[in-house]
């Protein structure tokens, strides 16, 4: 059984931040590119921040670059997503994602409906 199971969301006041965990089971991370991807109530779902299997490149949307961080633990098979100086544009469902053909940029950037594996979300809410 594959599983994402996402945790960490929480209300944060502008400029705080927060990091999501992204803990995985049934499979190694190290096989499969993995993503962070963001739904905000009525508007699609977008790309935030992706890893490759090996972990060697990243991607990042234009709007969280140098504000957010994506990362891993090997030993914990479990990805992060820092974020900070949060604004209240980040308020939204977070998703962690996981598929072992997808590139990184194809998967930050591309069509994400057929993606392997998928969490059931985190809510973030930024405001003060």
């Known amino acids: 059984q594959l599983q994402l199971v996402e945790s960490g969301g929480g209300l944060v006041q502008p400029g705080g931040s927060l990091r999501l965990s992204c803990a995985a089971s049934g499979f190694s991370l190290e096989f499969y590119a993995m993503g962070w991807f963001r739904q905000a109530p009525g508007k699609e779902r977008e790309g935030v921040a992706c890893?490759?299997?090996?972990?060697?490149?990243?991607n990042y949307a234009d709007s969280v670059k140098d504000r957010f961080t994506i990362s891993r633990d090997i030993a914990k098979n479990t990805v992060y997503l820092q974020m900070n100086s949060l604004k209240p544009e980040d308020t939204a469902v977070y998703y962690c994602?996981?598929?072992?053909?997808?590139?990184?940029?194809?998967?930050?950037?591309?069509?994400?409906?057929?993606?392997?594996?998928w969490g059931r979300g985190t809510s973030v809410t930024v405001f003060s």
């Open positions: 890893m490759s299997a090996s972990g060697g490149s990243t």
């Open positions: 994602a996981a598929d072992t053909i997808t590139t990184v940029q194809e998967m930050c950037h591309g069509d994400s409906r057929y993606l392997e594996v």
